[in-house]
């Protein structure tokens, strides 16, 4: 059973900086690529950051490219998203993700696990 818990979300004023982690446990977490997808009030989900089982390769939403950066430990089974240059637009529930099929995916339909969520709220 794949199991993800976030954590680091919070109020920010813009141009701030947040880290989200997400502690992560389940067979599928060491083996499959791992995301964080965001959702805004009114707004389709969308997947921002994703990075491959051995963490060389990443995507990013061409929103978020060039502030947000996606990492992973994989000895501690633990994802970052760190954010900066936030914006108000950035305000969203984030949500770690876990690929159950893939190594390797930047499709949102592969993504079938997702934790709890954490509010980010940036101000302006």
């Known amino acids: 059973q794949v199991q993800l818990v976030e954590s680091g979300g919070g109020l920010v004023q813009a141009g701030g900086s947040l880290r989200l982690s997400c502690a992560a446990s389940?067979?599928?977490?060491?083996?499959?690529?791992m995301g964080w997808i965001r959702q805004a009030p009114g707004k389709e989900r969308e997947l921002v950051a994703v990075?491959?089982?051995?963490?060389?390769?990443?995507y990013y939403a061409q929103s978020v490219k060039g502030r947000f950066t996606i990492s992973r430990d994989n000895v501690k089974n633990t994802v970052f998203l760190q954010m900066n240059s936030l914006k108000p637009e950035d305000t969203a529930v984030y949500y770690c993700?876990?690929?159950?099929?893939?190594?390797?995916?930047?499709?949102?339909?592969?993504?079938?696990?997702w934790g709890q969520g954490t509010q980010v709220t940036v101000s302006s």
């Open positions: 389940g067979r599928t977490v060491s083996t499959n690529a």
């Open positions: 993700a876990a690929s159950a099929c893939c190594s390797d995916t930047s499709n949102i339909r592969d993504y079938n696990h």
């Open positions: 990075i491959n089982v051995r963490g060389w390769s990443t």
